[in-house]
Each structure stands twice: as structure tokens, then as C-alpha cells.
């Protein structure tokens, strides 16, 4: 049997009692959780509280009484008093019997025992039973009523939020590149300073601080053109530049980016530039950055001496590309949730900052800047992976399909706006 009551005290005496008499109890503290677990067990009978923290349990026994499935568990409610009103309006729901204080857990057995072998309430047929028909209706379509407008209310205040989450992020990101590019800018001009170049010519540390703090830079001013990416995507501010893109090129500018840490890390590209389309309509520059976050995540689940794979089809009017590793592969429970902004398919706690180290880390921002990009051009993303396992390295493999002519011949009409950078 089900038991639902907030009172968690009573409802473990009660639920240790009817076990010595042999029943298994499940027990909810909330209404929806009782349906839950009605639905998951179809108990013999349930017995719950009339009043509940969220549904009532008047509303508890109708929902069950409009699933046919579940339709017929007799609903037992314990009523804290006895009221001739509140009786007919339990029976109106559909509730079979209906037990009144003062009641001792021994007394409590032995209802329910009497419902559970199929007793009931005797439910006379009067005018009291017609007008508390009527008023649970009322109820139950007032309460609803009341639901939907209370749930708008905090649908249109988080709407609101998430805005200004989105508008901060964008300021907050704005706000950090106009001094890193003056740090960076500074930086350059430190690195070539007559007498500094002397002092790392003298002594080779000085040359080791230097460039760890150019790449530092860099590392950082990435981060933030990769926030500022997304919330051009996630505010639909970004226009897209359409124009004649060679994709092929495309890949290998991407490779590029990625030349050092490929070496360093042994790692094997196989890319055939001859079966990548030569000519097609598209923004070159965001395309770039889909294949080398594709081509990045890559590199930080592959093991070192691991493969990846390149490869493109044309078939009618539309190109489809897949980027292929022989890494750890993905779960099957994360792959839909991947393509979400902020979603980190591993464990935090051994984030690393790096964009190229095995296992390293990044916002969980990547693949969804991936997806905003593809579909701003009507294609399509998804991966394919057997699961994970670092030891046997099943690797991952992520699909683009894009069309060859997205938009139009003119000056983009998107409904994506270019933000004005500052
Ligand atoms: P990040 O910037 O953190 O890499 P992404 O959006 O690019 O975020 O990826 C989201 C998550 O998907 C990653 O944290 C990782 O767990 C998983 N993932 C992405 N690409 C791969 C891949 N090639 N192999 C294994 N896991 C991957």
C-alpha cells in the first residue's frame, strides 16, 4: 500500500505498524510524489492525508481516477476532523472511504485492512453530494486556473533573468577585452623592448616568463571571444558574412591553430583537402571555428599517438562533414545534453584549463557555439559514440551536414544582427 502524509512522525508509527502486520508500505511526503509512486507501484490501496503540501488529496485520488490505468486503487483519506462537508467533497473525488480522529495506529490496521479487502464508504446518494460535486469542481477549476496564471507570473520574471544573466555576461566579457587587449598589446611591445631582448638573449628563464605570459593572454583573450560568441548566438545578435567559402581552406586554417599541440602530442590527421567542397556559400570565419572546436575536443579526448579523421561528402546540394577520434568516447546519457550551452560531459573536479592537453577542459561552451552556428546556416550537428571507456578508447564522431548555398546571393537578410563591438 501507498501512505502520503507530510507528518513525517505519524507517517513512519503508521508505516512501521502496518509492516508488522505484513504490508509493504511505500511512502510519499507530497501529493505528486504519491502519484509518482502510484504509478510506479499500482499499490492495493493508498492512504493519504486531505491536506498536502502541493495537491490535495482530493486532487491525488481524481488524478488517478482519470487514468484508466490506475482508476480503480481504492483511495483511503485520513481526515484530521470529522466534517459532513468535507466527507461529501472527499467522496465527490472519488475517494472510497474516509477516516476521522480519534484514531490509534491499531484502529488505523484494522481500516485498512477492511479497504484493502475491498470495504468502502457507504456513499449516500443526496443533495449534499450534488452541491459538493459542484463545488469541487469549482475547486479543482478554480485551483487550476490560479496554477496557470501563478506559473506565468514566474515563467515571464525568470524570462526576465535569464535577459539580464545573458545582458551581464555580454558587458561582463565586453568589459574584460578592452583591458586584456591592452595587457596583450603591452605585452608584444615588452617582448620586443631592445634591452629585454638582451636580458632573455642574457639569461634563457626570462625568455620562459615571456612566452608564458603571451600565452596566458591568449589563453584568456580565447575564453572571452568564446563567451562573447555565445551570447551573440544565444541573443541572436550575430549576422552571418555569406560569402564564397572554400571549406577545404577552412580545415586548414583550423589545422593551423592546432599544428604545435598536434606535434607535441603525436597525434595523426587524416584529411584529404580533395574531398571537401571548393565552392560553396557560407561564413567562412564561423564555419572555421565549428571545425577547430570540433577539432579541439578532438585533440583533448584523444590520447597521445591517437588518430583523427577529417572527412566530407558532397551529395546534391549539400555537404556533409564528420570530425572522427579515437578517444574516450561519450556517454550515451550525455549526447543529447553535449549541444547544451555549459554542459560538461566529465567530472569538474579534474577540469584543467588547457584547450589541447589530454583530458583538458573548457567552459562547456564549444559544441553549443558548434550547434548555434550550423543551424544559423541550416544544417544540422549530432555525434555518434559507443559510450566511454578511456581504456579501450571508443572514440566519438561528430557530423555536420550543412547546405552548399545558405542565404542569399545579397548582403546577409539574417535575422541574426551583428553586435557592435566596442
Ligand atoms: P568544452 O568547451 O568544455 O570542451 P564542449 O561544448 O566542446 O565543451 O563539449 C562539451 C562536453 O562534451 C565536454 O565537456 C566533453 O565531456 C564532451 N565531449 C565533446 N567532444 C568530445 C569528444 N570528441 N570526445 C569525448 N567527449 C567529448
Not at 119 to 130: P, R
Not at 172 to 180: G, I, N, W
Not at 182 to 196: F, M, N, T, V
Request: net charge negative.
Amino acid at each position: 500500500m501507498l501512505l502520503v502524509d507530510h507528518d513525517e512522525d505519524f507517517r513512519q508509527k503508521l508505516a512501521a505498524t502496518l509492516k508488522q502486520s505484513g504490508f509493504t508500505v511505500y511512502i510519499a511526503s507530497r501529493g505528486l510524489d504519491g502519484i509518482d509512486q502510484a504509478r510506479r507501484y499500482a499499490p492495493d490501496l493508498i492512504v493519504t492525508r486531505l491536506e498536502l503540501s502541493d495537491l490535495s488529496g482530493r486532487e491525488l485520488t481524481l488524478t488517478l481516477r482519470v487514468d484508466r490505468e490506475f482508476a480503480a486503487i481504492p483511495v483511503v483519506a485520513i481526515a484530521d476532523e470529522d466534517d459532513e462537508e468535507q466527507r461529501a467533497l472527499a467522496y465527490a473525488a472519488g475517494i472510497n472511504g474516509y477516516i476521522t480522529p480519534p484514531y490509534t495506529l491499531d484502529a488505523l490496521v484494522l481500516h485498512v485492512e477492511f479497504f484493502i479487502s475491498g470495504g468502502s464508504d457507504i456513499i449516500e446518494e443526496n443533495e449534499t453530494m450534488d452541491v459538493a460535486r459542484e463545488r469541487f469542481l469549482q475547486e479543482v477549476v478554480k485551483r487550476l486556473e490560479g496554477r496557470i496564471r501563478e506559473l506565468e507570473a514566474k515563467n515571464a520574471s525568470l524570462e526576465k533573468l535569464d535577459k539580464m544573466k545573458d545582458t551581464f555576461i555580454q558587458l561582463t566579457a565586453h568589459e574584460l577585452r578592452t583591458p586584456l587587449t591592452l595587457i596583450a598589446g603591452y605585452s608584444r611591445l615588452l617582448e620586443d623592448h631592445p634591452p629585454l631582448q638582451k636580458m632573455m638573449a642574457d639569461d634563457e628563464n626570462v625568455g620562459v616568463l615571456i612566452s608564458g605570459l603571451a600565452e596566458g593572454i591568449g589563453r584568456m583573450q580565447g575564453i572571452i571571444e568564446e563567451i562573447l560568441t555565445m551570447s551573440r548566438i544565444m541573443t541572436r545578435q550575430m549576422e552571418l558574412n555569406i560569402g564564397p567559402t572554400n571549406l577545404g581552406n577552412v580545415v586548414k586554417r583550423a589545422l593551423q591553430g592546432y599544428h604545435e599541440a598536434i606535434k607535441e602530442r603525436q597525434l595523426r590527421i587524416r584529411f584529404d583537402p580533395a574531398e571537401w567542397p571548393v565552392s560553396m556559400r557560407a561564413d567562412a570565419d564561423l564555419l572555421r571555428l565549428v571545425i577547430a572546436n570540433l577539432l579541439s575536443n578532438a585533440i583533448k579526448y584523444t590520447p597521445d599517438q591517437g588518430e583523427i579523421f577529417l572527412t566530407a561528402q558532397t551529395s546534391g546540394q549539400a555537404v556533409h562533414f564528420s570530425v572522427r577520434d579515437t578517444g574516450i568516447g561519450i556517454d550515451h546519457e550525455h549526447q543529447q545534453y553535449i549541444f547544451d550551452r555549459l554542459h560538461i560531459a566529465h567530472d569538474v573536479e579534474v577540469h584543467s584549463t588547457s584547450k589541447t592537453a589530454f583530458l583538458g577542459g573548457g567552459l562547456g561552451l564549444g559544441l553549443s557555439i558548434c550547434k548555434g552556428i550550423v543551424e544559423a546556416h541550416k544544417g544540422q550537428i549530432w555525434v555518434e559514440s559507443p559510450g566511454r571507456d578511456p581504456e579501450t578508447l571508443p572514440g566519438s564522431e561528430f557530423f555536420v551536414m550543412l547546405p552548399l548555398t545558405t542565404g542569399s546571393t545579397q548582403k546577409p537578410r539574417s535575422r541574426l544582427k551583428r553586435l557592435t563591438r566596442t
